[in-house]
């Protein structure tokens, strides 16, 4: 995406190819600044303390934290200790599970001397390929959109989404966001209710910043309004990213979701999930059940962080002292409330067998995954 009319990523690898630059979204949407990550302690701090965060960016992340650390000693023991440190950081995104395995897979069987090399290739395709699947789920979602416009003679169309899924939490382009700004590019009628997404507040903070950035047109609203604008026609599809999705197709993704998918079903507008494959857990069915869900600490429901009038960045504390406080990081959406997973091969249904059908050679091969 660009940003100040340069075509910026959320990570790339620095001009002196040896360390990786981020963007911290920590200090977003008030202050642009970059990181410069040097060691894998770097990347899993980057991941841990969410200066990158998302699913696939934590997964892209991860790739070049094992490199980092390769660089450093590419013996068995430090990739066994680097992976287990890195995946220790987020517990629900599987994205982050999928590029350890696949960085362990491209250097396991490799002499010494050649893995740092190996791991920097594969760790920059893993970027190549998560903006290819991006656009490809952009160009599938996008149909979604025009066929909406369609129904509404040519009015424009109002997508709800919930917590951050763009560019951000991708390495560009986004999951839930690429339909959008397809659509938009070709001058599709397309606004975007962004739900501000309390406790983090990343749809306020990212959805808001990202989409205004790329002239997208959108509103900022309660985490509670959803269910009203869709009482009275106001929104005409929901499109929200997952941070992991079963494969029975029940969905994960930021703490709120499920309600929305409630508020949806009950009005009857279509629920749609954008996903890159390496979202999906073949290895478990049941969402509820079986997905960890982050519990977080309790500053970010107790407190509130923004910009005071006087231009200051400041924190302050919106619960009584002693108040106790849960911060569940994630939610489960059963796969009953999904109209469709919106991925790179086509929008296909939530379900084992329209999952299956879509992805067959990862479907058979969930015993062989590692870690
Ligand atoms: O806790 P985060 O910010 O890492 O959560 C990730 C998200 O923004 C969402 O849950 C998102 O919809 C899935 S990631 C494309």
């Known amino acids: 995406m660009k940003i100040d009319g340069r075509d910026t990523r959320t990570i790339w690898l620095e001009r002196d190819r040896e360390?990786?630059?981020?963007?911290?979204?920590?200090?977003?949407?008030?202050?642009?600044?970059?990181?410069?990550?040097?060691?894998?302690?770097?990347?899993?701090?980057?991941?841990?303390?969410?200066?990158?965060?998302?699913?696939?960016?934590?997964?892209?992340?991860?790739?070049?934290?094992?490199?980092?650390?390769?660089?450093?000693?590419?013996?068995?023991?430090?990739?066994?200790?680097?992976?287990?440190?890195?995946?220790?950081?987020?517990?629900?995104?599987?994205?982050?599970?999928?590029?350890?395995?696949?960085?362990?897979?491209?250097?396991?069987?490799?002499?010494?001397?050649?893995?740092?090399?190996?791991?920097?290739?594969?760790?920059?395709?893993?970027?190549?390929?998560?903006?290819?699947?991006?656009?490809?789920?952009?160009?599938?979602?996008?149909?979604?959109?025009?066929?909406?416009?369609?129904?509404?003679?040519?009015?424009?169309?109002?997508?709800?989404?919930?917590?951050?899924?763009?560019?951000?939490?991708?390495?560009?382009?986004?999951?839930?966001?690429?339909?959008?700004?397809?659509?938009?590019?070709?001058?599709?009628?397309?606004?975007?209710?962004?739900?501000?997404?309390?406790?983090?507040?990343?749809?306020?903070?990212?959805?808001?910043?990202?989409?205004?950035?790329?002239?997208?047109?959108?509103?900022?609203?309660?985490?509670?309004?959803?269910?009203?604008?869709?009482?009275?026609?106001?929104?005409?599809l929901v499109i929200v990213g997952a941070d992991r999705v079963t494969a029975q197709g029940d969905v994960c993704n930021k703490i709120g979701t499920y309600l929305k998918a409630l508020a949806a079903a009950d009005n009857k507008v279509p629920f749609y999930v954008g996903l890159p494959s390496p979202t999906i857990d073949f290895a478990i069915s049941d969402g509820l059940s079986e997905i960890p869900i982050e519990q977080r600490g309790p500053d970010e429901v107790a407190r509130v962080a923004g910009k005071a009038e006087d231009g200051r960045i400041m924190s302050v504390q919106v619960v009584p002292d002693g108040s106790a406080v849960a911060n569940y990081g994630f939610d489960v959406t059963p796969a009953r409330l999904v109209t469709g997973l919106i991925t790179e091969r086509g929008v296909i249904a939530a379900s084992r067998d329209g999952i299956t059908r879509a992805f067959p050679e990862r479907a058979g091969n969930r015993d062989k995954m590692m870690l």
């Not at 995946?87 to 599987?94: E, K, N």
């Not at 656009?135 to 040519?154: F, S």
């Not at 606004?191 to 790329?214: I, K, M």
Request: glycine share 8%; aromatic share 4%.
């Open 19 to 236: 360390s990786v630059g981020i963007i911290d979204q920590t200090l977003l949407p008030h202050q642009f600044a970059t990181v410069r990550l040097q060691t894998i302690e770097d990347a899993a701090h980057a991941i841990r303390s969410m200066q990158v965060r998302g699913a696939p960016l934590i997964g892209a992340t991860a790739a070049y934290g094992v490199w980092l650390a390769l660089r450093a000693d590419a013996s068995d023991e430090n990739l066994e200790r680097a992976c287990a440190v890195l995946l220790a950081t987020r517990p629900t995104a599987i994205n982050l599970k999928w590029a350890l395995d696949e960085m362990t897979a491209s250097v396991r069987n490799r002499p010494r001397a050649e893995r740092a090399a190996a791991a920097l290739r594969r760790a920059g395709e893993i970027c190549e390929e998560d903006v290819a699947i991006n656009l490809a789920i952009g160009r599938h979602g996008m149909k979604l959109i025009e066929d909406a416009v369609a129904r509404k003679n040519g009015t424009r169309v109002n997508v709800l989404t919930h917590c951050n899924a763009g560019w951000l939490a991708t390495v560009d382009v986004g999951t839930a966001l690429a339909p959008v700004y397809l659509a938009h590019d070709n001058g599709v009628q397309v606004h975007v209710f962004a739900d501000e997404t309390r406790p983090r507040n990343q749809g306020a903070s990212l959805t808001a910043w990202e989409l205004g950035r790329h002239g997208v047109p959108h509103t900022v609203i309660a985490d509670n309004t959803g269910g009203r604008l869709m009482q009275h026609g106001q929104v005409d």
